[in-house]
């Protein structure tokens, strides 16, 4: 059971809380307080808009412990608005509607669960355009 | 001895050319290596012990001064740590330096980097290096997870990616941005089994037909059975001095011509373009720097094929083809024993099996048998310098060892 | 003792209070509930709605409640640090022990400074916890105070309950009346101890009292609690534009309507059973959330919950012209409703994980 773990990333997961680079501007997801662009430090917090575009995907069969319920599933590459590139499942939609490039909203599921009694971890995962307020 | 079995290697005539001018160089003096396969009744000492045992007969040694063992994960799949102290002394070499080193499935490429540099430094006459990997103490769905933690855990692992996951994403972002069908990585594989076929100790030594591949069951969309390489057990190792030393001690040296490892971010979504192995081209360009040799002059690279769309990757990241271009060498029948740069001689990680922390080492087995011109069946013809790559995970770490008969 | 007047029991706060934004969320799995009677009657055996709402593997009330929150939160344009109150009423929490709430705080950006519980009663929970935030509100104790109504109901293999017990609700944020999109005239909540369905702890599927579930429990208390309202505020059922009372299937709350003088007109908008079945704790503000959607400024709407063990919370709400000005600022319960992919008995047991796989 990894409680503090998962507790510890609730603002990433929940949120899609990143950083943003205090020398260069550029965002970051998953946060890593040294930029990936220029090596500075990074500390800003920033929070994303959770809207990107489908980079590339996976139907996963063979699927890990903690994962055999919910197989098959599917896993992809998100290219968020502001750049970074993040990895997640994909939900709500049919593996054969899918395209790389095709926008995608963030939402919050389950991600696992520990055993019947151990905690259920949540987390962000993307779906194909549905919101109103961004169709709009 | 238990179902591993050793491959007698026998000596080849005498080399003394050039003996001055690599004084400073590392050389192999002894191989060995267990069959990959699963090997139910075999412990991981076992394994090890099998493939060191070979080593130290065909080096005609019986101690060494450091051992370094590459492994990946027997913490998690044989809850078994500290392989350092527990394989040298099962091999009966307690007293001896010994540690593990641990770079996910480029564990013995990264080994044997540590044992070059401890040689070449001076400190260590002679080391051995043993890549070994008990895959089957644990099965399924535990098993796969425990390779996912060679990813990411917090950012890629958690959302349910696999290893071979991690090759699908790749392999349908090299599909999209070069416009070709699942159907030409198939030549990957049907080098790999051709080769396989003709070796004893390959994991699979079945034959496979293009016309066969899209029907295979999928692993992880657009990755099917395949295009993945299988997890076996196994075990390799080698025996490394200074090259001075060895041309005393054996009559064909293999010299370590170049050895570098190089690192890239771990996770494949922070990489600015993923289908560039950038670690993977760094360790290939300093370990040839380092050799003095082109790609002309390379006659053999055996690389990390654990999935195809990863051949193809390692074959444009070493400069063998242009990026978006590595699967023509397949198509062309380039990457057949009798092709312009043949790879995975053996069978690679697709036929002989991929015995995660120990793949690195086979590869190596692998060059320098080509080398001695002990490769039978499988020989390269005239085989003088031959490459190896070991990657961990999606090139996360890259080893890149060049290996010369001179 | 003086007699007891309808007035005593009608609860308005003394400042006034309304809906600041709200938001639904209804999954996008549908089972027909030809599938349920295909399985356990031959076919044979009548239907209570349509479809019912299922939800996929990987979501849950705190999952659904968020969605819904984050819609509210999207018409409301308001600072989440401004909300003292985060109120999940359900009877599928995940945990036992450990409260959905502060999930969905955490989720929308409430926390730390805010209070954060679960409720549960039965169905109605969700508009108990409403009234409680409107009293939060009206008292100053709070400007803002979400109540979310959500549940992922449980249906006995076999049983009445399977054909509708549905996944589905809504999040109401309740803040000053100046604010509001629609204003709560007030609210009047109607309880006795009337044993119809229960859940005893540990148990994996609720029980009920079969016809005992009628006229004595869902009849007497949504009826109750909407003629006690009604005569506390001095209206009648042609003064309301709308109604929405809980819907454990069509025909209970087209019966209760109809004996309280409501047409069918009237109760159209937020009559959503026979599409996505009984959303439980979502049932009656999930009808809300619909009516809200299509309601024009100064339309009025009677709102009656009812929740087993049991009791009614009836709400006389009143829409002001800003409503105009929110409706399209996030999902409308009528596109979730109008999203839907069909699933069949197999794949429903394996969604709600009735399959036995350790």
């Known amino acids: 059971m990894e409680v503090s773990r998962h507790w510890r990333l609730q603002e990433q997961r929940y949120k899609l809380v990143g950083e943003t680079c205090d020398s260069c501007g550029v965002k970051l997801f998953p946060p890593r307080d040294v930029c990936l662009e220029c090596k500075a430090p990074a500390y800003a917090l920033y929070t994303f808009t959770g809207l990107g575009e489908l980079y590339s995907f996976t139907t996963i069969y063979d699927a890990p412990a903690g994962f055999e319920h919910s197989a098959p599933y599917t896993v992809a590459l998100v290219k968020l608005e502001e750049g970074p590139i993040v990895t997640a499942q994909l939900t709500d939609m049919d593996e054969s509607e899918l395209s790389i490039g095709m926008p995608l909203e963030m939402v919050t599921r389950k991600l696992r669960t520990d055993g019947d009694e151990g905690m259920i971890v949540y987390g962000y995962k993307f779906r194909p355009i549905f919101s109103q307020q961004v169709a709009n | 001895m238990g179902e591993g079995t050793r491959s007698p290697l026998p000596k080849g005539g005498v080399k003394g050319r050039e003996r001055n001018k690599h004084m400073n160089d590392v050389s192999i003096i002894g191989i060995g290596q267990t069959e990959v396969k699963e090997m139910w009744s075999t412990s991981i000492r076992h394994l090890a012990w099998y493939a060191i045992e070979a080593a130290l007969d065909d080096a005609h040694v019986s101690q060494v001064d450091a051992l370094f063992v590459g492994n ?59 890549g070994v990997e008990k895959m089957t103490d644990q099965v399924g769905s535990s098993v796969t997870a425990v390779l996912s933690s060679t990813l990411d855990a917090d950012y890629e692992a958690i959302h349910g990616l696999t290893v071979a996951g991690m090759g699908a994403l790749l392999m349908r972002r090299y599909m999209h941005e070069y416009g070709i069908g699942v159907e030409e990585f198939a030549h990957f594989s049907v080098n790999a089994h051709a080769n396989g076929a003709d070796n004893p100790l390959a994991m699979f030594r079945n034959r496979i037909k293009a016309e066969r591949f899209g029907s295979a069951p999928p692993v992880a ?173 999606s090139g996360a770490t890259a080893v890149t060892h060049i290996l010369s008969n001179r | ?108 950006g409430a926390v730390p400074n805010t209070m954060a519980g679960d409720w549960e009663f039965a169905c109605k929970a969700g508009t108990e916890a409403m009234q409680a935030a409107i009293g939060f509100v009206g008292s100053g104790m709070a400007r803002y105070a979400f109540s979310i109504g959500m549940d992922t109901a449980q249906g006995r293999p076999g049983d009445a309950l399977e054909y509708t017990a549905a996944a589905g609700g809504a999040a109401v944020l309740l803040g000053p009346g100046a604010e509001s999109v629609a204003i709560i005239n007030g609210s009047y909540s109607f309880v006795t101890d009337t044993p119809d369905f229960w859940r005893r702890a540990h148990a994996e599927y609720p029980s009920h009292g079969d016809r005992f579930t009628g006229e004595p429990a869902y009849f007497k208390h949504v ?104 409706q399209n600022l996030a999902t409308t319960t009528e596109a979730y409703i109008s999203r839907r992919t069909e699933i069949n008995y197999a794949t429903y047991t394996r969604y709600r994980d009735k399959l036995k796989l350790s």
């Not at chain 2, 099962?90 to 001896?96: P, Q, Y």
């Not at chain 2, 060059?367 to 001695?372: E, G, K, N, P």
């Not at chain 3, 100064?298 to 000005?325: C, H, N, Q």
């Open chain 2, 72 to 130: 990946m994960a027997a913490g998690q799949l044989s809850n078994q740590m500290h392989l350092g102290a527990l394989v040298a002394d099962f091999a009966g070499l307690r007293g001896i330096e010994a540690v593990t080193v641990e770079a996910a499935d480029a564990s013995g490429g990264a080994a044997l980097r540590q044992a070059v540099l401890a040689v070449k430094s001076g400190l260590v006459e002679t080391a051995l290096v043993v």
């Open chain 2, 221 to 393: 969309t657009p990755v099917n059975l395949f295009d993945a390489a299988p997890s076996g057990d196994g075990a390799a190792a080698v025996i490394v001095t200074s090259h001075e030393r060895a041309q005393d001690m054996v009559s064909q040296p293999i010299r370590i011509a170049g050895s570098a490892l190089a690192t890239d971010t771990l996770a494949l979504h922070d990489r600015k373009n993923m289908l560039h192995l950038r670690a993977a081209e760094l360790s290939a360009q300093k370990a040839m720097a380092a050799a003095g040799v082109s790609h002309d002059d390379i006659d053999l690279f055996e690389l990390h094929d654990s999935f195809t769309v990863m051949a193809a990757l390692s074959l444009e990241a070493a400069g063998f083809a242009a990026a978006g271009e590595g699967w023509q060498l397949a198509r062309d029948g380039a990457i057949g024993r009798n092709g312009r740069i043949p790879i995975s001689t053996f069978g690679g990680l697709k036929a002989r099996g991929n015995p995660g922390g120990a793949t690195g080492m086979y590869q190596i087995v692998e060059v320098a048998r080509q080398l001695r011109g002990q490769a039978g069946d499988n020989q390269i013809p005239d085989a003088k310098i031959g490459m190896a790559q070991n990657l961990g995970g």
């Open chain 3, 1 to 108: 003792m003086s007699e007891y007047k309808p007035q005593d029991g009608l609860m308005k706060p003394d400042r006034a209070v309304g809906i600041v934004g709200y938001g639904a969320y209804v999954p996008r799995y549908r089972l027909p509930a030809s599938e349920v009677s295909k399985m356990w009657t031959n076919g044979t055996g009548g239907t209570p709605i349509v479809e019912k709402a299922v939800n996929g593997l990987d979501e849950d009330v705190i999952t659904m409640s968020i969605e819904a929150a984050r819609n509210a939160m999207l018409r409301a344009q308001i600072n989440p640090q401004e909300i003292r109150a985060v109120w999940v009423g359900s009877e599928s929490h995940p945990y036992a022990v450990k409260p959905s709430s502060t999930i969905v705080a955490e989720a929308i």
């Open chain 3, 223 to 326: 009826s109750g609690a909407a003629e006690m309202l009604m005569e506390s505020i001095g209206t009648k059922s042609g003064d309301y534009d709308w109604a929405v009372f809980h819907q454990p299937n069509a025909k209970f709350p087209e019966r209760v309507a109809a004996q309280l003088g409501f047409s069918k007109e009237q109760i159209k908008p937020g009559l959503l059973s026979p599409r996505i079945g009984n959303t439980y704790s979502g049932s009656t503000m999930i009808g809300l959330t619909a009516i809200l959607d299509i309601a024009k400024p100064g339309d009025r709407i009677l709102m009656v919950s009812y929740g087993s063990g049991a009791g009614s919370d009836a709400f006389d709400i009143e829409v002001t012209d800003k409503l105009p000005e929110v």
